[in-house]
Structure formats: structure tokens, C-alpha cells
């Protein structure tokens, strides 16, 4: 039997990496593809029907996945836009909700306004995970990719909040709005602070304890389990915990990770979350038959124009919302109109537009029970759960694979700063050399004239000096700025790959140490990995 599973994970895993590999082919965006494909699967004679666990996704798959993208969130982007981060994270999901509920109860017949407010806290948020997984394959400018990352992070917590209030809602047959307002907050701030508390506790363990990369890694592979797991416990938001917790500890990691730990990890980091994504994203698409099976009250056809209608509503509604926040403040404000630059009317469109629902609206609809306490079924889940389905491929498939064009269309391409990232990168680098050379001339001069190494270290950072004041010069005097970086990085790849190849030839002859080979090697994929980056698309 153990076998038999064994094959079974081997053959799926297997054949979504040819998937994911198409997909690339094809140049289209891994989530997007393994939808579609996943989709068409489905639909395969004979296929078993296979249904997503909730608490698999909530505890087994959202922990680490927020986890990661709060901890490569930047922190001075996200301080920068907090204000419309924290707006559409609380003030949209609840406006969304709110125009859901009410639509949803007027145009489905039966449905009450309590389980709009259930089907608005479902559809509410874009998913962290799509907008994570889509966006890096898309050139978007920085602020709008910081909007949505930082946005889709935080929203989950308050939409889970406003599903589960009306969940008890529909239950209870009660909703008290004084002690609805007074949860929320008590979930919100209690998920914060055990998200930075055991943040700060984690982080003080790894710098006590004697550990090493393996040890490290293990650790930062379970602190988001333990937020998430303790902030629910005492009936907090999880979300919320692992969030802030991921973005204390990610600022924080020089202090206590060693240069090897954070290599490791985030190698072990990455293809974690990449594996967690794919799976998440064939599951989607999978659940098709469930979905359709559920439809016992309604027609299809009926599902789709409920789905479309609403799908509609929740995007105008983050169109107009996106607009008003822009530039409402500006209208009430004459300071504001002086001191701030007048806003490109394309970001709040490519903000709307750009906000994708994923699993964990799919996994929240399939966790409304499917009876009530008295024994009776659960009302109008069937059509809850389909009109999520829909609009989750409305948003994902759809607006994913519209958005590229409409980029293009809306010439938005520029995803760089002010200031170009190499450009930024001489700078650093020169004066962290500055640093360096000044610490060895004031702290070990005694060493610079008694010790041949230390005097070749002072000479190496004296001529990396020179080389990083003549690259300087180069890019400031480079017609074709682009240009030139893009063919110095070509020679110097080539340059790598013909030391690599002398390095093979060496290895053959067996003069060398097996490990010194390696390591030199290494040092060549880190060199090479300064030029073409970390990225593992």
C-alpha cells in the first residue's frame, strides 16, 4: 500500500513540473497554466474526484507561505504605502463584503443578507499567494507591486474575520454589531502582538542556542506554525501573527543568522513554497467536479450568471474604490493638491485589475459546514461554493492572463526606481569598501606591515576601490545605459562558463581534492548568481 502512494506522489509531482515547464514555454504565468490545466483534468473519464481539505490549506499551507512573502516584504516600501496597503486590506475587504452581501441576497433567490456577508468575506481578499506567484512574472511599477503584495498579505486576516462572524451569524440566527467591532479588534491586535512576540522570542533562541545552518533552517521552518497555531489558539488571527512576525524577524535576521543559514534557507525556503504554490494551484483547478457536483438546486447556467454578476460588482466596486482613495484626499485637501505630484490615473486601474482570488477564498468556502447544529443542511452552500469557484477563475485565469496586454497597452513596463539597481549597487558596495579599508587602516595597521595576508587584503580592497570609482564612471558615460550592463553581463557569463569548463578539465586529471573542486565551484555559481540573481523561474 505505502508503495502504491509512493508512486502516486512521484507521478503527481512529476507530471506538474512538465506542467509548470509548459506553461513557461508558453510564457504564461505557472498559477495561471496549472488552473487551465488542472481544469481540463478534471474533465478526464474515470478521473476521482478529489476535494481540498480546508485545514490543509490553513494550517499546512498558508502559515509558511505567508510567512515568506512577509519576510522578502520590504519594509521601507511597505512603511511608504501603508496608508492605501491598510486601506484596501480593511477598508475594501469590508465595503466589498458589504455590496456582496446585498447583491448576492437580491438576485439569489433564498439567500439571506447573513450569508451574502459569508459569501463577501469569501471573495473579499485577493490571495497572497496568487499575487505573489503572478506579479513577479510581470514587468509593474514598484509602488503597485508593493500595493498588492503588501495589500494581499494583511487582507486575509480581515476578510477571515468578517467570514467568520458571519458564519456564526447564520448559525446563531444573531449578529450583535458592538461585539462584532470589539472581536475584531481583540483578533487583529492579539494576532499582532503574538506574531512579534514569538518573533522576537525565535529570534533570540537562534542567537543563544549553539546552532548551525541545519539547525537554522529547521527553526525557520517552524516558527510560522507556531504563530499561526498559537495565535489561534487564543482565538486571534493566525494570519495576522504570521505576518507580523515574518516581517520582524525578516529585519531582524542579521542578528542572529549566520551568512551559511541564510544561503540554506532561503534555498530551502525557496523551493518549499514553490512546491506548496504548484500543488496549491492544480488543486484548483481538480476541484471542478466537486464543485459542479454540489449544484443540486440550481442550473448551471444560472451558477454562471450569479457567478458573473457578482464577480462584476466585486471588480467595479475596487475600481472606484482604488480611484476614490487616490483622489478624494485630493479634492478635500488644497495642501495636499500643492505638496503631492497629481496621480497617474493608470495605477488604480492596474491595482483593480491586478487583484486575484485563489485557494484560500476556495478553501473558506469548502469550510462552511455542511449542516447546522440541529441536523439540518447547511442553506445555499452548493451555490456559495460554485459562484467562489467561478470567480476565482474570473479573477486568476481571466484577469491574469488579460493583464499582460493591458500593461503593454497602458505602456506601464518601467518596474525600476528612481535610481537604476546597478547603479544603486556600485554605491553600496563602494562604501561598505570604504568601511572595510578604513577598519584594517585604523584597527590593524600593526598586521598591514607584520602579516603578508592581511597587507594583500588592504591592496585588494585599495584596487576594488579603483575598479568600483571606473565602473561608476563607465555607467554615468553610457549612451545605452541598459545596453552596456546587459552586454557586460553577457561577457562576464561567458567568462564564468569558460572557467567552469577548465574546472571539469582539472577534475579529470585527479590532481586536485574532490572538496576543494567543489567549493571553488561554488564560488563560481555565486559569482555567476551576482550577475543573473537569485531567481528560480
Not at 250 to 257: A, K, R
Not at 380 to 394: A, K
Not at 476 to 494: G, H, T, W
Request: with cysteine.
Amino acid at each position: 500500500m505505502i508503495h502504491t502512494y509512493v508512486i502516486v506522489s512521484i507521478a503527481v509531482l512529476l507530471s506538474v513540473m512538465i506542467l509548470v515547464i509548459i506553461g513557461q514555454k508558453m510564457k504564461v504565468a505557472y498559477p495561471i497554466f496549472l488552473v487551465i490545466a488542472g481544469l481540463l483534468i478534471s474533465l478526464v473519464p474515470g478521473m476521482p474526484h478529489i476535494e481540498i481539505e480546508p485545514d490543509l490549506v490553513f494550517l499546512i499551507f498558508l502559515p509558511p507561505i505567508l510567512f515568506e512573502a512577509a519576510w522578502f516584504t520590504s519594509w521601507q516600501d511597505f512603511h511608504k504605502w501603508r496608508k492605501q496597503i491598510f486601506s484596501m486590506a480593511f477598508g475594501l475587504v469590508f465595503l466589498t463584503s458589504i455590496v456582496v452581501a446585498y447583491l448576492s441576497s437580491s438576485i439569489i433567490p433564498g439567500l439571506t443578507v447573513a450569508m451574502g456577508f459569508l459569501l463577501g468575506g469569501v471573495n473579499s481578499p485577493p490571495d497572497a499567494v496568487a499575487a505573489t506567484s503572478v506579479l513577479k512574472h510581470m514587468k509593474i511599477p514598484k509602488k503597485i507591486t508593493t500595493i498588492l503584495e503588501g495589500e494581499s498579505l494583511i487582507n486575509d486576516a480581515s476578510s477571515l474575520i468578517v467570514f467568520k462572524f458571519a458564519l456564526a451569524a447564520v448559525i446563531s440566527g444573531q449578529f450583535i454589531f458592538g461585539e462584532a467591532v470589539k472581536d475584531f479588534f481583540s483578533m487583529a491586535i492579539g494576532g499582532i502582538a503574538v506574531g512579534i512576540g514569538a518573533g522576537f522570542v525565535f529570534g533570540a533562541l537562534l542567537k543563544i542556542i549553539p546552532s548551525n545552518s541545519n539547525i537554522d533552517t529547521i527553526i525557520t521552518l517552524i516558527v510560522p506554525y507556531v504563530m499561526y497555531i498559537g495565535a489561534e489558539h487564543f482565538h486571534f488571527s493566525g494570519v495576522l501573527a504570521v505576518v507580523a512576525g515574518g516581517l520582524v524577524m525578516s529585519y531582524n535576521s542579521h542578528c542572529y543568522l549566520s551568512h551559511t543559514s541564510r544561503i540554506q534557507s532561503g534555498n530551502v525556503w525557496s523551493v518549499l513554497i514553490f512546491l506548496m504554490n504548484t500543488l496549491i494551484f492544480i488543486l484548483i483547478g481538480l476541484e471542478l467536479p466537486v464543485v459542479v457536483a454540489g449544484m443540486e438546486n440550481y442550473t448551471i447556467s444560472e451558477g454562471i450568471f450569479y457567478s458573473i454578476v457578482i464577480g462584476g460588482a466585486i471588480i467595479i466596486t475596487r475600481i472606484i474604490y482604488s480611484y476614490a482613495i487616490m483622489y478624494f484626499p485630493r479634492l478635500c485637501s488644497k495642501e495636499l493638491r500643492m505638496k503631492m505630484p497629481k496621480p497617474d490615473w493608470r495605477e488604480p486601474f492596474v491595482i483593480s485589475f491586478a487583484a486575484m482570488r485563489g485557494v484560500v477564498s476556495l478553501a473558506a468556502a469548502l469550510s462552511i459546514p455542511a449542516f447546522l447544529p440541529n441536523g439540518e443542511a447547511f442553506p445555499h452552500r452548493n451555490i456559495i461554493l460554485f459562484v467562489t469557484f467561478v470567480i476565482i477563475l474570473i479573477t486568476l485565469v481571466g484577469q491574469g492572463l488579460l493583464l499582460a496586454p493591458i500593461l503593454k497597452l497602458l505602456k506601464m513596463e518601467d518596474a525600476g526606481s528612481e535610481l537604476p539597481e546597478e547603479k544603486q549597487e556600485v554605491i553600496l558596495m563602494r562604501k561598505l569598501k570604504e568601511t572595510a579599508l578604513r577598519k584594517i587602516n585604523e584597527d590593524f595597521s600593526g598586521q598591514v606591515e607584520t602579516n603578508n595576508l592581511v597587507r594583500h587584503q588592504k591592496y585588494k580592497l585599495e584596487n576594488e576601490m579603483m575598479l568600483m570609482a571606473d565602473k561608476a564612471q563607465c555607467m554615468a558615460s553610457a549612451v545605452d545605459f541598459a545596453k552596456a550592463v546587459n552586454e557586460n553581463k553577457d561577457v562576464l557569463r561567458q567568462v564564468i562558463q569558460a572557467q567552469r569548463n577548465e574546472l571539469h578539465h582539472l577534475k579529470k586529471e585527479k590532481i586536485f581534492d574532490d572538496h576543494v573542486l567543489r567549493a571553488i565551484e561554488m564560488q563560481l555559481d555565486f559569482d555567476e548568481a551576482k550577475i543573473t540573481g537569485f531567481s528560480h523561474d
